[in-house]
């Protein structure tokens, strides 16, 4: 993330994403800043860290960006646009460190749309790691 963008925190969000969008892209692209934000790291001396450096802060983001999830999904109009938006819930989930709850959100994306590629490899990869095979 650029410098210059904005960082979203739990209290402060984006400029411009005051209203809430009845939009699943916006809330997607929101999740997306949300989640950039509570890993967006920062050099402190020559120690590399979280900018956010409480973590309660980071946990707080997370969370956010799940439920702006949740709004998009339920607002997301085919299942194709379902799916995406489950690829990019697993995806928050591995980066997290869950890698059995991306798993069912991965596995979910395909039942959704089982031509999604992205949903396939992810299902793929986590599964391997939740079998030792990584």
């Known amino acids: 993330m650029h410098p210059a963008v904005p960082m979203a925190t739990a209290d402060r969000p984006l400029p411009g994403q005051e209203a809430a969008s009845r939009d699943w892209r916006a809330h997607s692209l929101r999740s997306q ?80 749309d089982s031509t999604n590629a992205t949903a396939r490899v992810a299902l793929w990869r986590v599964t391997r790691e939740l079998l030792g095979l990584n």
């Open 33 to 112: 800043a949300l989640f950039d934000s509570a890993f967006r790291s920062v050099e402190r001396g020559r120690i590399r860290g979280p900018q956010a450096s409480i973590s309660t802060e980071r946990i707080r983001l997370l969370k956010l960006a799940v439920a702006e999830l949740d709004s998009a999904e339920a607002e997301a109009g085919t299942t194709a646009e379902k799916a995406l938006v489950r690829v990019q819930h697993g995806h928050i989930l591995e980066v997290a460190g869950f890698p059995l709850d991306a798993h069912g959100w991965y596995s979910a994306a395909l039942r959704s």
